[in-house]
């Protein structure tokens, strides 16, 4: 549906504005007045909401917009840093590499020139350029791949836990290397934090609960030995809340979003920040952006889940009804057929026949009698309430359907060849089913006006002979769009196959579309193949 896109747009748009403005390291500083600070916030982080539809143009312009701001020594720039490296992973994950390599070159060279800051590069400067754009860009190829796999946590494949261990690590080692010497852990300490904090996400997937109490207690540690070092393992947390929130019910969500709040809350006062409404609103909006974000994911799942088992329910229903229809009507047939065999039995015994055939007419004639009664209460179970009638003759049925469509519009050319009328009724019934259905598609995709050609007739090849049906349109005029249960194709499909036959659909070249069915019928020499020769004679009655 279009507001679930839009919805979650508004959040990556919020969220992106979020961590920008927690991230800022100047507001309100000499250098730049207040009101061109909420402009570059608002720069940076909006453009989030449009990664999902453009990742390509959102990219560059946060690749150009970070060189720019590196230029005049803006405090914003490791949130919009965070930003380019999540746009570039949503372009591998929805671009082929003819959009994505030259993007995340461009990113590339735009983080070598955030992290160089003018100096020359250096090995490290490298190492760490291609491994912030390089492990987003891995992991959304690696979606990319996995893409017609089972939604909503049915693929455990390895691999993405995997990348989200190697992203997570990358960037909180990113992060916090160079606050590494000033903090009063030793190098080694702060590092292994870092590298704890970013090991854990390979993992959130399976145990979200215990990453997420994991990063709380590893952002608090690092809250009060290195401080400068927490907002990079303070985005890892939002991460593992993001994932929680589209695991969980809604009790479980506020309580771990209390949580981060007051984990965020004890490391902003441990690092010596201002704890004012302004700064309480921004940490308010950072913690709900990820939760929402993660709760729209969970609930947009759980309709797409049930939307999936409702089409799969729908589908199996059509296809049992049709069964049904076509059980009916086999019924009707056989009651046909047993009642002229009770008449013609009673007609014999009451011509005076005697003796053992007397007996045997007798008998015929309560068996017969006693099928049509177990019939007659089969049908009565299988016809639901407001069912269709059953089939009448089916060359009247087709002429009645052809006459309304024509009253509807339609302009149809209806054949029916003569050797059809000695056809298997049970063929012919199927036949003109298939017409109804064909001829009331015609109308409905092609509008009123549009030429339609109905033919019946029977072919012969050299192993078999087939009752075949084709209907066939040319193009018609723009109609407004009728709603359809999308069944109607696949419902015939089912019917031509129970009973043995084929039955294809598709658009021709001039733009109209062509239906055609096909029903085996009985081999040369058969009964069937005599009736067809009396009635050319002219004897059949």
């Given amino acids: 549906m279009r507001w679930r896109g839009f919805t979650l747009d508004f959040l990556l748009a919020v969220a992106g504005v979020a961590l920008c403005a927690l991230t800022y390291q100047s507001w309100g500083g000499p250098d730049i007045p207040g ?91 490298l190492f760490y350029t291609f491994g912030i754009i390089g492990v987003p860009v891995a992991i959304g190829r690696y979606l990319r791949s996995q893409s017609a796999a089972v939604p909503d946590g049915e693929e455990r494949s390895p691999v993405l836990d995997i990348l989200l261990a190697g992203g997570g690590v990358s960037f909180a080692v990113l992060g916090t290397w160079a606050n590494w010497p000033e903090a009063e852990l030793h190098a080694w300490g702060i590092g292994l934090l870092a590298v704890l904090s970013g090991l854990a996400l390979g993992v959130v ?57 007051v984990v965020t809350l004890l490391t902003a006062v441990g690092a010596g920040a201002e704890v004012t409404f302004w700064w309480l609103l921004v940490l308010a909006t950072m913690v709900a952006a990820p939760a929402a974000i993660g709760a729209f994911v969970r609930v947009r799942r759980t309709a797409t889940r049930r939307e999936v088992e409702l089409a799969a329910e729908r589908a199996r229903s059509d296809r049992l009804a049709e069964r049904e229809r076509i059980a009916r009507e086999v019924h009707d047939i056989v009651a046909h057929h047993v009642g002229a065999m009770v008449l013609r039995a009673g007609a014999a015994e009451y011509a005076g026949a005697t003796g053992p055939a007397a007996e045997a007419l007798a008998d015929i004639r309560a068996t017969g009698h006693q099928v049509l009664e177990d019939l007659r209460g089969l049908l009565t179970v299988l016809r639901a309430p407001g069912a269709e009638l059953p089939v009448g003759d089916p060359e009247d049925v087709m002429r009645d359907a052809a006459a309304r469509m024509a009253g509807a519009g339609l302009e149809v050319a209806l054949e029916i060849a003569p050797e059809v009328a000695v056809a298997p009724l049970v063929a012919r019934a199927s036949a003109a089913r298939i017409v109804q259905e064909g001829l009331t598609n015609v109308l409905k995709h092609a509008g009123p006006g549009a030429p339609a050609r109905v033919r019946v007739e029977v072919h012969d090849h050299e192993l078999r002979r087939e009752l075949t049906v084709e209907v066939r349109n040319a193009a018609g005029g723009a109609v407004p769009m009728l709603p359809s249960s999308g069944q109607g194709i696949a419902g015939m499909r089912e019917r031509a196959h129970a009973l043995g036959g084929r039955l294809t659909a598709g658009p021709l070249p001039d733009g109209g579309w062509r239906l055609a069915a096909a029903f085996a019928l009985p081999e040369q020499g058969s009964d069937w193949d005599c009736a067809v020769t009396r009635f050319a004679k002219g004897s059949l009655r």
Avoid: K
């Fill in 35 to 125: 009101w061109l600070t909420v402009v570059v916030v608002l720069a940076a982080g909006l453009p989030l909401g449009l990664a999902r539809r453009m990742p390509g143009p959102v990219a560059i312009f946060l690749a150009l917009l970070l060189v720019a701001l590196d230029g005049v020594g803006a405090g914003i720039l490791d949130g919009l840093q965070i930003l380019l490296a999540l746009t570039a992973g949503a372009l591998a994950r929805t671009r082929d590499w003819t959009w994505t390599l030259p993007v995340a070159a461009l990113a590339c060279a735009a983080t070598a020139i955030h992290l160089a800051s003018g100096a020359a590069p250096t090995g490290s400067v």
């Fill in 205 to 261: 997937r399976w145990l979200p609960g215990a990453v997420l109490l994991l990063e709380s207690a590893l952002l608090l540690v690092a809250a009060g030995r290195a401080p400068d070092a927490a907002a990079s393992l303070q985005v890892l947390l939002f991460i593992a809340l993001g994932v929680f929130a589209s695991q969980v019910t809604w009790r479980w969500l506020l309580a771990a979003s209390a949580l981060t709040c």
